[in-house]
């Protein structure tokens, strides 16, 4: 069974820097095509980003391009979320999740595994 650990949320000012980790047990991350959510109150649950296996693709949605990366290092089994000016909208909860799709993936309904979740708040 694949399990997703998230760390790395909290409360931080508008143009602060925070870094998101997800650790993949159970499995190789290897084998997933990883992505970043997040889920304000109310509001649906939305792709931030995703990486491929390899870690040589990315996708990042409009809101964030420039400010977020997306990385992974499948040695340690981590998916990344470098999180750089962030504003009061980055608010949400963060989820890391798992793929087994071939090629890119930036639906909710095309991951399979996800974990539960970091809050991050940003204060402006």
């Known amino acids: 069974q694949v399990q997703l650990v998230e760390s790395g949320g909290g409360l931080v000012q508008a143009g602060d820097s925070l870094r998101l980790s997800c650790v993949v047990s159970?499995?190789?991350?290897?084998?997933?095509?990883m992505g970043w959510f997040r889920q304000a109150p109310g509001k649906d649950r939305e792709i931030v980003a995703a990486i491929s296996r390899s870690g040589s693709n990315s996708y990042y949605t409009d809101s964030v391009k420039g400010r977020f990366t997306i990385s992974r290092d499948n040695v340690e089994n981590t998916i990344y979320l470098q999180m750089n000016s962030v504003k009061p909208e980055d608010t949400a909860a963060y989820y890391c999740?798992?793929?087994?799709?071939?090629?890119?993936?930036?639906?909710?309904?095309?991951?399979?595994?996800w974990g539960q979740g970091t809050q991050v708040t940003v204060s402006s």
């Open positions: 159970g499995q190789t991350a290897s084998a997933y095509y």
């Open positions: 999740a798992a793929s087994t799709r071939v090629g890119i993936a930036i639906l909710t309904t095309s991951y399979r595994y």
